[in-house]
């Protein structure tokens, strides 16, 4: 791995830790308002994000991922200062905290395509896997390690405090890119048709691939119903059971656990040469993770069953994401990117829903069966791709 690929990644981890911090300080002021204002502060993440994606892919493509990244990143730092000012001048208020919300969710929009194919821009194709391996384990290392360093800082610095810190982590980041050169930066597009017209051309390039294809479609399912475990059943099982919310923090942190072991062997190793098999595999795993979730009945019980579905999340992830880079056209690398992030984020919104419905058991199982129909087709799609190279 080259040096310059270290430095982006150092930056864009100090980034993550801030953005850690910050989300943390502003879900716990919503908190102390009201549950409904924590709901529209969430919300105001989410729902830009998912509007303005599409968008966010054509401009990364038009004026090329690094440079998109580089406003993104002066945006993000100058508005968590400005804000910052405006909490010490005025105090903590619901408008406020909904409106850094929305701006920090616009600009994720533009923000995640780029930084989720700049790795491509750094290393050959050889490397990808590794280098994006080691990027989501400097990520898991940070959310491990967030949540307690998150409610420290909060309790020491406050809302205040926590902007200035990610404005400043942002502040580095943009030193950063913009003292890099990656080796493979792209050129940007010349030619400026329409927006609408752009997007759909990184529709059709998505469809017409079998591989972008399926990866979108099993990405779409997996994100469905495999996101919602850790964020909405695990809390649910605890209550069930009567476990202290500590004991259901451990579930969680061995979930991201059995994950940061994979990716980091990735990062050593790089990955095996059968992506999609490895997936499916990942997927099997993962399923038979979160059924033991289900039948748990003890705290160590579900820890070990967290840990099994982190490790198959690991595989299925860190198999597939870099075989979707490196299957994407050089002119379509953050369209296509936005793609894959929509494809996480719009049906997570109905199977969130859906999975509250149900009982915590019977919402487990709903997502063990779905993870595992989702690795029986990679498996299928890969045993039909060799039938078809043999022939």
Same mark, same amino acid.
């Given at each position: 791995?080259?040096?310059?690929?270290?430095?982006?990644?150092?930056?864009?981890?100090?980034?993550?830790?801030?953005?850690?911090?910050?989300?943390?300080?502003?879900?716990? &002021?919503?908190?102390?308002?009201?549950?409904?204002?924590?709901?529209?502060?969430?919300?105001?993440?989410?729902? #830009? @994000?998912?509007?303005?994606?599409?968008?966010?892919?054509?401009?990364?493509?038009?004026?090329? #991922?690094?440079?998109?990244?580089? +406003?993104?990143?002066?945006?993000?730092?100058? /508005?968590? !200062?400005?804000?910052?000012?405006?909490?010490?001048?005025?105090?903590?208020?619901? $408008?406020?905290?909904?409106?850094?919300?929305?701006?920090?969710?616009?600009?994720?929009?533009?923000?995640?395509? %780029?930084?989720?194919?700049?790795?491509?821009?750094?290393?050959?194709?050889?490397?990808?896997?590794?280098?994006?391996?080691? @990027?989501?384990?400097?990520?898991?290392? !940070?959310?491990?390690? $967030? $949540?307690?360093?998150?409610?420290?800082? +909060?309790?020491?610095?406050?809302? !205040?405090?926590?902007?200035?810190?990610?404005?400043?982590?942002?502040?580095?980041?943009?030193?950063?890119?913009?003292?890099?050169?990656?080796?493979?930066?792209?050129?940007? @597009?010349?030619?400026?048709?329409?927006?609408?017209?752009? %997007?759909?051309?990184?529709?059709? =390039? &998505?469809?017409?691939?079998?591989?972008?294809?399926?990866?979108?479609? +099993?990405?779409?399912?997996?994100?469905?119903?495999?996101?919602?475990?850790?964020?909405? /059943?695990?809390?649910?099982?605890?209550?069930?059971?009567?476990?202290?919310?500590?004991? %259901?923090?451990?579930?969680?942190?061995?979930?991201?656990?059995?994950?940061?072991? =994979?990716?980091?062997? +990735? $990062?050593?190793?790089?990955?095996?040469? @059968?992506?999609?098999?490895?997936?499916?595999?990942? /997927?099997?795993?993962?399923?038979?993770?979160?059924?033991?979730?289900?039948?748990?009945?003890?705290? #160590?019980?579900?820890?070990?069953?967290?840990?099994?579905?982190?490790?198959?999340?690991?595989?299925?992830?860190?198999?597939? %994401?870099?075989?979707?880079?490196?299957?994407?056209?050089?002119?379509?690398?953050?369209?296509?990117?936005?793609?894959?992030?929509?494809?996480?984020?719009? #049906?997570?919104?109905?199977?969130?829903?859906?999975?509250?419905?149900?009982?915590?058991?019977? &919402?487990?199982?709903?997502? &063990?069966?779905?993870?595992?129909?989702?690795?029986?087709?990679?498996?299928?799609?890969?045993?039909?791709?060799?039938?078809?190279? !043999?022939?």
């Amino acid at each position: 791995m080259n040096r310059p690929y270290y430095g982006w990644l150092a930056g864009s981890t100090l980034s993550v830790l801030g953005d850690a911090a910050l989300f943390f300080a502003l879900g716990w &002021a919503a908190t102390g308002i009201g549950a409904h204002v924590a709901a529209l502060v969430l919300t105001g993440f989410t729902l #830009p @994000r998912a509007v303005f994606l599409l968008l966010g892919g054509v401009l990364g493509d038009r004026i090329g #991922p690094r440079r998109l990244l580089l +406003v993104c990143t002066a945006i993000v730092g100058t /508005c968590c !200062v400005l804000l910052a000012v405006l909490v010490e001048m005025r105090g903590v208020s619901a $408008g406020l905290l909904v409106t850094t919300a929305v701006v920090v969710g616009t600009v994720d929009a533009f923000a995640l395509p %780029a930084a989720g194919v700049l790795p491509r821009l750094f290393v050959s194709d050889d490397q990808l896997p590794r280098a994006m391996a080691l @990027r989501t384990s400097a990520t898991q290392l !940070v959310t491990l390690a $967030g $949540g307690p360093l998150s409610g420290l800082l +909060v309790a020491t610095i406050g809302l !205040v405090g926590a902007l200035l810190l990610d404005g400043l982590t942002f502040a580095v980041q943009f030193a950063v890119l913009l003292a890099l050169r990656p080796p493979y930066d792209v050129t940007p @597009r010349r030619d400026h048709p329409s927006v609408v017209r752009d %997007a759909v051309d990184g529709l059709r =390039v &998505a469809v017409g691939d079998p591989v972008l294809r399926t990866i979108l479609a +099993v990405v779409a399912l997996v994100a469905a119903f495999v996101l919602p475990v850790t964020s909405l /059943c695990v809390p649910l099982l605890a209550r069930s059971h009567g476990w202290a919310a500590g004991q %259901a923090g451990l579930v969680v942190a061995a979930n991201v656990a059995g994950g940061l072991g =994979v990716t980091i062997l +990735v $990062g050593r190793f790089g990955t095996f040469d @059968r992506a999609e098999l490895t997936g499916g595999l990942g /997927c099997l795993i993962a399923a038979l993770g979160i059924a033991g979730l289900a039948l748990a009945s003890s705290v #160590p019980a579900a820890v070990g069953a967290a840990l099994i579905q982190g490790v198959g999340i690991g595989l299925f992830t860190s198999h597939l %994401a870099p075989l979707f880079v490196r299957s994407t056209p050089a002119s379509h690398l953050t369209r296509l990117q936005s793609l894959l992030s929509l494809a996480q984020t719009v #049906p997570l919104i109905g199977s969130t829903n859906l999975l509250a419905t149900l009982p915590v058991r019977h &919402a487990l199982a709903l997502a &063990a069966a779905t993870t595992a129909l989702a690795g029986v087709g990679l498996l299928r799609g890969y045993r039909l791709n060799s039938i078809s190279k !043999v022939g």
